[in-house]
């Protein structure tokens, strides 16, 4: 066994679910991936799996479980990796603040390094969402501390209230502090990400003032301004009450084929007509209302595990091992597909290999390193993409 992935369909026993009839052979060694649907309480489910299992288990909440039908009920994904040569370390940042924050970054990947007694060769990131501080304002600290090394996670998700969301680490829940991996040894990650949106209107507006992941003036006007004048009922309280709306961001990072730079529009303050966004949009980009259907995501899941899947391949025909696949789609890509019932996280578990464990959640702000023009990879912050590593 190198790794293996168990569901609880059980809301009273969840521990006992997850843990039932495991093999004997566990040790020490291995390590556990766990993600909470907002039913089941995540710090108490953590707890109770710690105390009941050998070796660590870190994760994060989930708005839903990626690879299960809408119609089941599941609580709780936990996926246990025990693989010979394969390193595992991890560390809990302090209560993350911005003043702070690349002090903090630097000090967390020291920490993570050091528990794991080497080099990391791939760092996974379980991120908060916090109401005043977005991730572009400390992840790319963390970038710079790695120095290079490939980045790959992104924020929980419970719904889209800042500050409800959970990470996981040693039995304990935080809805302020990060979460991050260290693997090292025998590992060598494939990545593959994409994101497809089409433009509503050819009218790109410049960001003039941003606060955070608050959004407040498009040139000479509020954000709710420009939205009234794109048609939309700024009026009413449920405009974004079934799924933010999607913006596409030029001018924010280099462009990328098959990775539209997108950004959720999550909320908006009708009293000074500004707006919440899931990540940070600089002064001086450009946004456009971007359309992002249920074709499109089924098309970019296919792609991206199609990519992912012959990068496996590909490297286990060179002798690399690989037995966990970790798939992370943006929330928003869920409530796009309401109705539909064959979702995209249906379709990676039934295309995967059986040797692959599954793991994922689904959340904001994803994080993967991805291909730049020149052949270079850089650890990009995304929205709305679907993202995945085998490792």
């Known amino acids: 066994m190198t790794a293996i992935s168990r569901v609880s369909r059980s809301f009273t026993n969840i521990v006992g679910d997850l843990t039932r009839d495991l093999p004997q052979s566990l040790s020490p060694n291995a390590f556990g991936l766990l993600a909470c649907s907002p039913e089941a309480n995540a710090g108490e489910v953590a707890a109770g799996l710690q105390a009941a299992l050998p070796f ?6 989930t708005w839903a479980q990626p ?4 119609d089941e009920d599941v609580s709780a994904r936990l996926t246990i990796v025990q693989r010979q040569g394969l390193k595992f370390a991890a560390s809990v940042s302090p209560p993350l603040q911005k003043s702070d924050s690349r002090r903090q970054m630097a000090e967390l990947f020291r920490d993570c390094e050091a528990r794991l007694g080497e080099r990391p060769k791939l760092l996974l990131a379980f991120l908060p969402m916090l109401p005043d501080l977005a991730a572009e304002l400390y992840l790319p600290f963390l970038f710079e501390a790695a120095e290079g090394l490939p980045v790959f996670g992104g924020m929980t998700s419970d719904d889209y209230t800042p500050g409800r969301s959970l990470t996981l680490a040693g039995g304990r829940a935080y809805a302020d502090r990060m979460v991050l991996v260290g693997l090292g040894g025998e590992v060598e990650p494939v990545f593959a990400a994409r994101c497809e949106l089409n433009l509503s209107t050819e009218y790109l507006p410049t960001v003039t003032e941003v606060d955070g992941c608050t959004l407040r003036r498009v040139d000479d006007m509020t954000l709710c301004d420009y ?3 794109q048609g939309f009922d700024t009026a009413n309280e449920r405009l974004l009450a079934g799924w933010p709306l999607t913006l596409e961001v030029r001018g924010r990072r280099p462009p990328v084929e098959g990775l539209a730079d997108t950004c959720d529009l999550l909320k908006l303050n009708l009293a000074d007509g500004s707006g919440l966004v899931a990540n940070h949009i600089p002064e001086g980009a450009r946004i456009g209302l971007g359309i992002m259907g249920k074709s499109g995501i089924l098309k970019t899941t296919r792609e991206c595990l199609e990519d992912i899947l012959g990068q496996v391949e590909d ?3 060179r002798g690399r091992h690989y037995s966990v696949l970790f798939c992370l789609p943006c929330i928003a890509r869920y409530f796009i ?3 539909d019932d064959e979702q995209a996280g249906e ?3 039934a295309a995967a290999p059986e040797d692959l464990a599954l793991f994922g959640y689904y959340g904001f702000n994803e994080v993967c390193p991805a291909p730049l023009p020149g052949g270079r990879r850089e650890n990009l912050m995304l929205g709305d993409s679907v993202i995945m590593c085998a490792f």
């Open 227 to 229: 939205l009234a004048a």
């Open 67 to 70: 690879f299960e039908p809408r």
């Open 347 to 349: 379709r990676v578990k």
């Open 337 to 339: 597909m309401v109705g």
């Open 315 to 317: 490297g286990r025909a």
């Open 56 to 61: 660590p288990v870190v994760g994060g909440s």
